[in-house]
């Protein structure tokens, strides 16, 4: 079974914090990604990767960045937290020959 | 714009009946389709894969694509108040290079409940 882990289920900081989301995957997938979730919205791309150390903007990257230094590990920055970047991030991985992503459980974030 | 449509309900039916959700998308060179079944405060779930015209069928589930119509469906037989879930419909709306290719488009979900 594919496993996909994320750091924290739920998080509460500041604003202006710098905020590290983690995300760790077992299956030696090449393909990870970061979206959030809200009411209304859906799911929106954030940023995702396609190998170690390359990245690509999703759909909203504005406010965020990312890292990938190992191939099972995805990490999602927000530089300096506002309130608007409260939210249910996820992260999703696949591996390089299907399109099936499998997501981890979610950081819920609020950022006060 | 590339697009995922469906309902957003909530679509109540009756335990035992068959629940059918829809989604339309926009793009005709869509070549992979999927439904995630999402619980309240969980993460989606992947429930169905599928890749040509036609029906396939997963115990309860049946997924439905039809390409010239850019439509895939999902029904569930024999409802039960487990599947009370929203639902999502994903699809690869990317050509085959490219930074789009790896992306997975989702509709908003239709939230389904299923009563006793």
């Known amino acids: 079974d594919v496993k996909v882990t994320q750091s924290s289920r739920y998080l509460v900081k500041r604003t202006g914090e710098k905020v590290f989301l983690e995300c760790v995957q077992d299956?030696?997938?090449?393909?990870m990604f970061w979206y959030r979730q809200d009411p209304g919205l859906g799911l929106r791309l954030i940023y995702f990767?396609?190998?170690?150390?390359?990245?690509e903007k999703g759909d909203i990257p504005e406010g965020y960045s990312v890292s990938r230094e190992k191939k099972e590990r995805f990490s999602l920055i927000l530089e300096s937290a506002s309130t608007n970047q409260t939210s249910m991030y996820l992260c999703a991985s696949r591996g390089h020959q299907s399109h099936e992503q499998f997501f981890g459980p979610g950081t819920r974030l609020t950022v006060l | 714009q590339k697009e995922v449509e469906q309902n957003s309900g909530p679509l109540s039916v009756p335990e035992g009946a068959i629940a059918s959700l829809n989604c339309t998308y926009s793009d005709r060179v869509s070549q992979s389709f999927f439904w995630y079944r999402q619980y309240s405060g969980k993460s989606p779930e992947l429930i169905m894969s599928i890749y040509s015209n036609g029906d396939k069928e997963d115990g309860r589930f049946t997924a439905q694509l039809n390409k010239a119509s850019q439509y895939v469906s999902l029904l569930i037989r024999d409802s039960q108040p487990s599947d009370s879930a929203t639902y999502l419909c994903a699809v690869n709306m990317g050509a085959y290079s490219g930074a789009g290719s790896y992306q997975l488009t989702f509709g908003k979900g239709t939230k389904l409940s299923v009563i006793p």
């Open positions: 299956m030696d997938h090449e393909n």
């Open positions: 990767s396609y190998d170690v150390k390359m990245k």
